[in-house]
């Protein structure tokens, strides 16, 4: 393509300018071959003609075409050359304010000197996880793509953030760690990433100053390894540090101040523990004063010292350390104001002893005083034979303190590293590493030293490393893509560094001029001079001697050679160094110890990979005591070894740019811009790049955006590439232009711009027809208005001259008319006038002659009344004077009879018959009082004779005994037992007879009235409860009609309000168990962990063992309740204590032995309780068979039942009168052994007779039960025959009529009897298995009795050999501890029937509730089809054998029904049943528990549910149909909890049948809640689980979907997007739809509640609309119109599928507002003040910075597209002011808004649902 072909008219180029670099131009005449000149207009209209003819000058750059203008990528430019880099990046920066820009592999970041919105967490959340391509350019997606590849490739990644100061390498280097630290954050609790961020405030406070580039340059180099485990996780970190500038800690230029960490010290001088040492303000210091101003604007040093020292204590430096690091820096400051005095003319000099600061530096450094006061003016010679002390000069003295300074911050700098290292290390091995490379960029200055010498010099190192990657890359796309590789030239500077470092090179003649004793710096510079004049880098300056100038890549650079070798040297005397060494405090010694190693350098450098950048020791001593090695020397090996890490690593670069000197924000400045994009790299990439093929495309995207170039009969191919190869022919014919490779087309420079001009006249020409046919169109519809305008004003104007006429004859008519009607309306006006006046005196004549006559009858009527009333008057007043009299002889009467009664009362009073009859109440008192005092008396009597009586028996009884203890053991030792046993058991007998019979009188008396007043209590609420619906119906009605508006509006508010506090309050409590999940995962992970490394069997405690232990309590038992006794005796004996219990010590004892008999006692009622059950269980089926045939018959059973026990009773109470005569003659009468064995003979027969009559009594109440239901069977059969009857008519006969049995009628009666056998053979078993338990019984108690026989048996032949005083002593301890015993056994009776007590209380109650609803159940039924039902026994019972909606199982079959149910259950096998069928089954097992009262079991079951539920979630945690079936059958079963609680609120959907499966026992509202809590967990994970699958869908299926074919246009990319693109997975908006589809019909299926659907899909477009907002605002390349159009579409299908699933009540399309808005703003207008209205009216969900963000970021695909001006951004922006939006950018994705689960009720009984085979639920059995 020649260069007249792109050269033409309307051609814009760019042209060289002194102010702004380069200019921007349109050519007005096309350009020829041969033109000397081009015709060019300037931007502001002026002409200007470009000569091309002079030598050097060619033609100028060609411009951009303006879509191609704000490009992200540089590479994506078709020209690729300076001035295009230049403007593309300033419209970015001042246009879009975008600081960042991609050039090929490089990222260039443009300081803003602002703080911008852009580096949030939710940003680094946005960029974590997407190509780099993918998003906008950002520091960011520098880090994620080095994070990515490492993991990826597993192979270590460096960052190299490179740029002069002030550029903001040191924030990016920062902001790249910081994302590392979020997203790679460390897996252990050590919080690594917080110490590698905390880092960084020591490292500026010690490294980083103030310049006149910048405020915080860093004055070092910098390269921090961040490594991580084989998971990515963050382990460890290691700094490196590279050439510390230390000539700044004794002199700064003017503006420039010292190292931060001198001044926020001095700021700190005034806190209690820095007073020692001696610090005042800055200014009062030589070091710190130098530069001038001391303070930097906005930068508080008091406060960053706080950080500081806060981040010292956070990477674990001790407070002792703090402080001697603390104490050095000062002890520096003191140095540098030491005065220095000189004599002989400065040959010689001193420093005064009495010098402060002298004073103030040793004591902080803990030094001699006398000794560094003379080593600071003298220095040591040592030559052969001996070694002489000499005075130095006041110039040497100088540069010896400085080079003191110098050394100890150096030291001082290096320890810290040393230890932010050790803090940062880690024992875990290091699997990869990133490393950040913070280093100086390129500097030129117009004095120009050592140290920018050594700066340049690593710069060009870097430099050659970098341009030999990117040439590497470049040449492995060629290769990749197959495209032939020809050698691309570009600039090597190995020539530049080998100038450098080589053999005889710069640094090696520095070190060498260093070594000899007299080396000067002019010496030096002259052997440069001679050695490399020859050099093509090297120059000598034309009028200095002591210059030379190397020419760098970026520039050349003029060096001055003054102050090299001192620099290089770095001499520090050995005498000082010893002084230091002797310090009194250990760090301060050991800072210099180092300095005695004979180490080896190089061996050090191995070891560790941080490079110390102080010098060494020297292998020889000196004269001086120089070190070893040079400053050059080691840095060019830390420089070496810093390349060969890059070398091992895959490199990432990011070039700081600095856009003014002045540090204004967004203000560029082309000059220094240009500069350093020179200097840094980014315009060789870019020629790397123009120098092969530059731009390149893929097939379907070159297709998409050139097809308007093609043909039809080419689009009809299938063959995309074949179509591009075909047009690329015919359009460009110098096949060098282009290359095909494998999946993309290479372009040279300038033909993706050529084809760009292509389209855009295709372009122009259709818009040229399209505009003539317009225009065409309008002018003949603009002819037709006008000929229809014209025809219709001629229509108007002639109705308008006939409608005129019509109006004239109308009005002329109409006066006729009105004339004739006025002459005949005044003539009947006057005959009417006549008329009326004749009528109305003809009417006041007539009415004044009738009121005459009508006063005169009225006169007369008015006497007759008067004369009436008075007559009536009169009479009455006579008649009330009569009454009158009559009263007041009445009342003196009375009063008069009154006082003669009142006078006889008081003379009766007075009288003594009066008080005794008041005093006889207080007489009989008095006589009980007396009587029963004189009975006390009596018995005090009777118990003194009694003792005395066994005082004085004792001795006699005594002999008794002995006489008759042989024949007792012989004879009467079993009979005894027998007796005591036979009637301690007798009288325990009918003592609980009696008892339970008046406890049964007592709770039926209660019973009975409590029913009545609980009667009379309903019906009193219930009418309170109808007048109070009444009142409120009036008061509703009322408060309705007087303010219905304001109330209804009041109440919205309230409800508004209400719900959002309990959305706040729902959030928060769900976030709460949200933690609280996340912390048990995180437990359960840690103890799984625990398990893999100890890999032995633990045993672990169950955590529900206290509440079952609780919940058993509350159920008391015998056994539990002499447990409970048996704990109290021993806490009271407890309780007593010590003293106490010596008293006593045979109670003591008693009390224990009582102790183990009800421990025994115990362990025998639980063997017989396990028997009973087993029995019940046995006895199960025949009991529910029987029960409901003996329902009719338990009234009259009961009644003589009752009778019986009366009997019984009163058959007791007399054998106990003559039992308790019996013991008491036993009792006096001790003298002869014959009254023991008629006792006991007395015994036995009243036993015998005892059970006689109770067989005989049973056998009555046999015959009497049977007698009793054949008639009650015969009545009911005799009723229903006669009903029978009734129903016949008259007329008809029965054959069998004369029968008097019938033998339907025999046959109920022998069922009737078959029934009667049955119960009373069930009843003789029980009085049977009774029997033996009381015999058995009654035989442990002989055989305890038989034990205490022989304990008083061995106790009595004691006494016999013991003295008397000591045998009646004995004998009354024996009585005392007796009635002791007796005591505490009646106690514990005592105690144990309140128990009992307690429980028959409960029992009654349960009772009670079950009476009252079996009765409420009996009223229900008519009372005439009772008798009909009583007779219909089979009926009835067959009917109570129905399913009852309950399931039992064994205690051992749990863990299987878990199993079977919960673990193994899958939801296939249960997708054919009810849904939600394991919640029923689990409900119907827990009513079963709850029906039996078995508290344990309940808890046991719920307990297991729950934790299965958990263990199934975490082994399924990406499965979504299982976490949706389970959360469905969670929130089933916590409704059927609900819904058959019993609770009112519950049940009002429930019918009777649901009803009846209500709950009886427990309460489990605890449980429900725990229930809710793991509903609120797997409602979560199943949200997690969603946004997983449906996350990588949504920018592709939402944003880059072409859901419109051919609307969008597709733009040139860059290197990044198309290397970004290999491999990527692209989702359409009907692929997610699809899912969508999946979700729903899973969790329609699985039962799961409409509400919770409806939040689950609320939740996922809210992520689907924070995702798309949040990814369409971070990139530049879908800010379009086009994009907007597509955008909106596939919302409107995302609400069409919601209308379709009928979701539009959920809140979801809510959710996709901002959304919307932000596709609607994307395709409004963009231009006029009204557009701006329109904007921030439309925009409302979208926040103030949203808003500026996009129409920043909008681009125009086409270049008919118009850009929004910075004007129209700004007039946004002001109009937003009033708004108070958020301040972020970036919707929060992960945000999850607060489930609520309403209750939902099932209408399906518990007796309907079916137990499907494949469950293998065969043990569950139906109830």
Not at 1219 to 1247: C, E, P
Not at 1404 to 1414: A, E, N, P, S, T
Request: overall charge neutral; aromatic content about 8%.
């Amino acid at each position: 393509m020649s260069a007249t072909q792109l050269y033409t008219k309307y051609t814009r180029v760019w042209i060289p300018d002194p102010d702004e670099v380069w200019r921007s131009a349109e050519i007005i005449k096309d350009y020829k071959e041969g033109d000397k000149s081009l015709q060019l207009k300037l931007e502001d209209e002026t002409l200007y003609e470009y000569p091309i003819d002079l030598p050097g000058s060619e033609l100028p750059f060609l411009r951009n075409p303006d879509i191609l203008v704000g490009q992200n990528d540089l590479t994506a430019l078709s020209y690729l050359h300076e001035p295009a880099v230049l403007h593309n990046l300033k419209v970015r920066f001042l246009e879009s304010n975008h600081i960042y820009t991609y050039c090929g592999i490089v990222l260039v970041a443009i300081n803003p000197y602002e703080q911008l919105p852009i580096y949030e967490q939710d940003v680094i959340y946005a960029y974590s996880g997407q190509n780099m391509g993918d998003m906008d350019p950002h520091i960011f997606a520098v880090a994620e793509e080095a994070y990515k590849q490492m993991a990826r490739d597993e192979k270590n990644q460096s960052i190299i953030v490179s740029g002069e100061s002030g550029a903001g390498k040191t924030v990016s280097a920062k902001y790249a760690m910081r994302f590392f630290a979020t997203v790679g954050g460390s897996a252990s609790e050590t919080n690594i990433e917080a110490k590698v961020l905390a880092s960084s405030p020591i490292v500026e406070a010690i490294g980083n100053a103030k310049t006149t580039r910048n405020d915080n340059s860093s004055r070092f180099g910098k390269y921090i390894q961040i490594g991580f485990d084989k998971r990515y996780h963050i382990i460890g970190a290691n700094m490196r540090t590279y050439l510390l500038e230390k000539s700044r800690v004794v002199f700064q230029a003017e503006d420039e101040r010292n190292y931060h960490i001198f001044y926020q010290l001095c700021a700190s001088s005034s806190l209690p523990e820095f007073k020692d040492l001696g610090l005042t303000c800055a200014e009062d210091f030589f070091y710190t004063s130098q530069g001038g101003d001391t303070s930097i604007d906005g930068v508080d040093d008091a406060d960053d010292f706080e950080k500081t020292r806060h981040a010292f204590t956070l990477l674990g430096v001790k407070e002792s350390h703090q402080t001697t690091i603390f104490r050095i820096i000062a002890a520096i400051l003191h140095l540098g104001n030491l005065k220095i005095q000189g004599e002989r003319d400065g040959e010689v000099c001193s420093v005064s002893s009495e010098d402060e600061h002298l004073s103030s530096f040793c004591s902080l450094l803990g030094v001699e005083h006398s000794q560094m006061q003379h080593w600071l003016c003298h220095c040591k010679l040592v030559t052969t034979a001996e070694t002489y002390v000499k005075s130095m000069s006041l110039h040497q003295v100088v540069n010896a303190r400085n080079a003191l300074a110098k050394h100890i911050y150096a030291q001082l700098f290096n320890w810290i590293v040393q230890h932010i290292n050790k803090a940062l290390h880690t024992t875990v091995k290091q699997h990869s590493f990133i490393g950040v490379l913070d280093i100086y960029g390129f500097e030129t200055f117009e004095v120009n030293s050592f140290e920018q010498f050594c700066i340049n010099y690593a710069n060009e190192k870097l430099q050659q490393q970098f341009n030999s990657h990117v040439f590497k890359l470049e040449q492995e796309e060629y290769m990749k893509e197959g495209i032939p590789w020809t050698l691309i030239d570009f600039y090597d500077n190995q020539p530049c560094i080998d100038l450098i470092e080589a053999k005889l090179g710069i640094l090696d003649l520095l070190d060498e001029e260093c070594k000899v004793p007299k080396g000067t710096d002019q010496n030096w510079a002259q052997k440069l001079y001679d050695r490399h004049a020859a050099s093509l880098h090297f120059q000598k300056p034309r009028m200095s001697n002591t210059s030379f100038i190397v020419l760098h890549f970026a520039d050349k650079v003029e060096y001055q050679s003054e102050g090299f070798l001192e620099k290089n040297r770095d001499t520090v005397y050995e005498e000082q160094i010893n002084i230091l060494k002797a310090s009194k405090y250990q760090m301060v010694a050991d800072l210099f110890q180092e300095e005695t190693d004979a180490v080896p350098a190089s061996a050090v450098q191995k070891r560790t990979p941080r490079i110390n950048v102080r010098s060494a020791k020297p292998a020889f001593k000196a004269a001086n005591k120089e070190h070893r090695k040079t400053v050059g020397h080691q840095f060019r090996n830390s420089l070496q070894l810093l390349m060969e890490t890059l070398n091992a690593t895959t490199p990432h670069y990011v070039r700081c740019i600095k856009p003014n000197d002045e540090k204004l924000p967004f203000k560029f400045d082309p000059k220094r811009t240009v500069q350093q994009l020179r200097a840094c790299g980014v315009l060789e990439t870019i020629r790397i790049s123009a120098a092969g093929f530059p731009s390149r495309w893929s097939y379907p995207d070159f297709f998409n955006r050139y097809r308007v170039l093609m043909n039809k009969r080419d689009l009809s191919k299938n063959d995309k590439k074949q179509i591009c190869q075909t047009l690329l022919e015919n359009l460009i014919k110098d096949p060098d232009k282009f290359q095909f490779g494998r999946t993309k087309i290479f372009f040279r420079a300038g033909q993706v711009a050529y084809l760009e001009k292509l389209r855009a006249d295709k372009f122009r020409a259709a818009t040229i027809m399209i505009q003539k046919t317009v225009r065409g169109w309008l002018q003949r519809a603009r002819y037709q208005r006008l000929r229809r305008a014209t025809l219709t004003l001629q229509r108007y104007a002639r109705g308008h001259l006939a409608r005129r006429l019509f109006q004239h004859l109308r009005r002329t008519r109409a006066a006729i008319i009105l004339q004739k009607q006025y002459r005949m309306l005044r003539m009947r006006r006057a005959f009417l006038r006549v008329r009326s006046a004749t009528l109305t005196i003809q009417a006041f004549a007539r009415g004044m002659f009738v009121r005459r006559i009508y006063h005169q009858m009225l006169l007369e009527h008015k006497a007759t009344i008067l004369q009436k009333y008075a007559r009536g008057w009169l009479a009455r007043a006579r008649f009330r004077r009569a009454q009158a009299a009559a009263v007041v002889l009445q009342c003196h009467w009375r009063r008069l009879r009154a006082r003669r009664q009142l006078q006889a009362l008081r003379i009766e009073a007075r009288s003594a018959q009066h008080l005794k009859k008041l005093n006889i109440g207080m007489e009989n008192k008095v006589v009980q009082l007396q009587r029963k005092v004189d009975e006390q008396n009596k018995e005090n009597k009777l118990l003194n004779e009694q003792l005395s009586m066994l005082t004085s028996a004792h001795s006699s009884e005594v002999e008794k005994l002995k006489k008759e203890l042989q024949q007792y053991q012989q004879t009467q030792q079993g009979d005894g037992k027998q007796l005591l046993s036979l009637q301690e058991e007798t009288e325990r007998l009918r003592m609980e007879l009696e008892r339970a019979h008046g406890e049964r009188e007592v709770l039926e008396d209660s019973h009975g009235k409590e029913r009545d007043l609980l009667r009379k209590r309903i019906c009193d609420l219930e009418e309170e409860n109808a007048l109070l619906k009444q009142e409120k119906e009036e008061l509703n009605s009322r408060i309705l009609c007087q303010s219905e508006g304001e109330f209804a509006r009041n109440t919205v508010e309230e409800n508004m309000q209400m719900k959002k506090e309990l959305e706040e309050e729902r959030s928060r409590y769900q976030n709460l168990v949200k933690e609280y999940a996340s912390l048990e995962q995180r437990y359960d992970n840690l103890r799984n962990e625990m398990t893999i490394f100890k890999q032995t069997p633990g045993h672990r405690r169950n955590p529900s063992n206290q509440s079952s232990l609780e919940s058993d309590s509350n159920n008391p038992s015998i056994c539990t309740s002499e447990i409970g006794d048996t704990e109290d005796v021993i806490q009271q004996v407890e309780e007593i204590g010590m003293e106490k219990a010596a008293m006593d010590m045979t109670l003591f004892l008693k009390l224990q032995k009582r102790v183990r008999e009800l421990e025994l006692e115990r362990k025998k009622l639980q063997a017989q309780l396990e028997k009973k059950e087993q029995e019940s269980k046995k006895s199960q089926v025949i009991e529910i068979k029987t029960e409901v045939a003996s329902e009719h018959e338990d009234f009259a059973y009961n009644t003589l039942k009752r009778q019986e026990l009366e009997s019984e009773n009163k058959k007791l109470k007399n054998e106990l009168n003559e039992l308790r005569k019996a013991i008491a003659d036993h009792a006096t009468q001790n003298n002869s052994s014959n009254d023991v064995q008629d006792g006991y003979n007395l015994l036995l027969n009243q036993l015998k007779s005892a059970n006689e009559e109770l067989e005989v009594r049973k056998e009555e109440v046999l015959i009497l039960r049977s007698q009793i239901m054949k008639a009650a069977q015969q009545k009911e059969s005799g009723k229903n025959m006669v009903k029978e009857r009734e129903s016949i008519s008259p007329n008809a006969s029965w054959p069998n009529s004369d029968r008097h049995v019938d033998q339907e009628d025999a046959i109920e009666a022998y069922q009737g009897m078959c029934e009667t056998n049955r119960l009373l053979e069930a009843q003789l078993q029980d009085q049977r298995r009774e029997h033996e338990e009381e015999m058995e019984a009654l035989r442990n108690q002989m055989d305890l009795m038989q034990e205490e026989l022989e304990k008083q048996q061995q106790a009595f032949l004691q006494t016999l050999q013991l003295s008397p005083e000591i045998q009646v002593e004995f004998g009354l301890q024996q009585e005392i501890t007796r009635l002791t015993n007796e005591n505490l056994d009646l106690k514990e009776l005592l105690e144990k029937l309140e128990k009992n007590e307690k429980k028959l209380k409960k029992q009654l109650k349960i009772y009670m509730k079950k009476v009252q609803d079996f009765e409420a159940s009996q009223t229900v039924v008519p009372v005439e089809r009772r008798p009909h039902e009583r007779s219909m026994q089979v009926a009835v019972q067959r009917k109570e054998k129905d399913f009852q909606g309950m399931l039992e199982y064994y205690k051992e079959d749990e863990p299987l029904l878990i199993r079977n149910l919960i673990t193994d259950l899958k939801p296939q096998a249960v997708s054919a049943t009810v849904p939600c069928l394991p919640a029923y089954i689990l409900y119907m097992c827990i009513r079963h528990a709850d029906y039996i009262n078995d508290d344990q079991k309940v808890h046991s079951l719920l307990t297991s549910t729950i934790n299965g539920v958990k263990k199934v979630l975490k082994k399924h945690q990406d499965d979504f149909e299982m976490t949706s079936f389970w959360l469905a059958n969670t929130c089933r079963l916590l409704h059927c909890l609900k819904q058959y609680s019993g609770e009112e609120g519950f049940m009002t959907q429930n019918t009777a049948k649901q009803n009846e499966h209500c709950l009886k026992n427990f309460d489990l509202t605890e449980y429900r809640q725990v229930l809710g809590h793991l509903s609120i967990q797997i409602y979560q994970q199943l949200i997690n689980i969603a946004e997983g699958i449906l996350q990588p869908m949504i920018v592709s299926a939402v944003l880059e979907n072409e859901s419109i074919q051919g609307l969008s246009s597709v733009k040139p990319v860059g290197y990044r997007k198309y290397c970004s693109k290999e491999g990527d997975s692209s989702y359409s908006l009907d692929e997610m739809i699809r899912q969508l589809n999946t979700f729903h019909s899973i969790m329609c299926d699985q039962g799961l509640d409409p509400e919770i659907i409806q939040q689950v899909f609320k939740q996922l477009f809210y992520m689907i609309n924070a995702i798309t907002l949040n990814n369409l605002l971070l990139r530049k390349d879908v800010c379009s119109w086009s994009t907007g159009m597509q955008l909106r579409f596939n919302i409107s299908q995302l609400e069409e599928w919601l209308r379709g699933k009928n979701l539009q009540q959920s809140g979801a399309a809510q959710t996709l507002e901002p959304l919307i808005q932000a596709a609607q703003l994307l395709q409004l207008k963009k231009k006029t003040s009204e557009d701006a209205e329109a904007i921030c009216s439309l925009c409302t969900s979208l926040s103030t910075q949203q808003i500026v963000k996009i129409l920043n970021l909008y681009t125009p695909v086409n270049e008919f597209e118009e850009r929004v001006t910075v004007a129209f951004i700004r007039n946004i922006q002001k109009q937003l002011q009033e708004r108070n939006d958020p301040p972020q950018l970036l919707l929060d994705f992960k945000h999850m808004f607060p489930v609520l689960f309403p209750f939902n009720p099932s209408a399906i009984t518990m007796d309907s649902i079916h137990l499907p085979a494949s469950l293998n639920l065969d043990f569950l059995n139906k109830v």
